[in-house]
């Protein structure tokens, strides 16, 4: 199975290098994913914050407005070359690196990551949330926004694959498979829980919007 979501996510980061110009099309063709930008403003965004697989800003300049700071990551740097542009304040600092081999230097108020939950392996998601966990100060949050089951329907989701995968096509008319789980609200939350975090999930239309507080540290 490793190999499976290696070889899987390497076709996901590619699809992301390959479709940076067309990244941004879906913000522009749904109004539901613009009233999800504007949902921000009901959100606990706050300090100093990490966002994780930040694309082309879209989010970025949002949380910039809400935080002190924010550390924007993103794998592919054609993507950060937009979002550069898109969010140019000076309480953001892009990284490129590979959030499945990085690890942050410091710990932040608020973890963030919007559309990226769904393409994480199911087999890695402990190991994320360890992440998301590790990369909180005491009292943090980690705030995230994703597809529901619902958004099935605008996918071409591949059937009987190892790793739920569906196939994303470009306007020259390559494919390329990505990871995509699509978490239902009450399982993630029971799942959340088994691992600790205190958790509350809604959702919105065909998406759901969660706000997590990890386990409490154990004393030394």
Request: contains cysteine; charged residues 25%.
């Amino acid at each position: 199975m490793a190999a499976d979501d290696d070889a899987l996510l390497a076709e996901q980061m590619a699809y992301y290098r390959a479709g940076a110009s067309q990244y941004d099309r879906p913000y522009a063709e749904r109004e539901e994913l613009r009233e999800l930008l504007s949902a921000a403003d009901g959100l606990p965004i706050a300090g100093d914050v990490l966002e994780l697989a930040c694309g082309t800003g879209q989010w970025t300049s949002v949380l910039a407005a809400r935080a002190r700071s924010v550390t924007a990551v993103d794998a592919a740097a054609v993507v950060l070359a937009i979002a550069r542009t898109r969010a140019a304040s000076g309480n953001i600092r892009f990284v490129r690196a590979d959030l499945f081999a990085w690890q942050p230097p410091r710990r932040y108020d608020t973890v963030f990551f919007a559309f990226w939950l769904s393409h994480v392996p199911p087999t890695r998601l402990p190991d994320f949330w360890n992440f998301v966990a590790a990369a909180l100060v005491p009292g943090g949050r980690a705030i995230f926004i994703d597809d529901g089951p619902a958004g099935a329907a605008e996918e071409e989701v591949l059937a009987d694959h190892p790793v739920p995968a569906a196939m994303r096509r470009l306007d020259d008319g390559s494919r390329y498979r990505v990871v995509k789980v699509f978490h239902d609200a009450r399982t993630l939350k029971d799942d959340l829980i088994a691992l600790g975090w205190s958790v509350r999930i809604r959702t919105v239309a065909a998406h759901f919007i969660g706000i997590a507080e990890p386990p409490a540290a154990k004393p030394s």
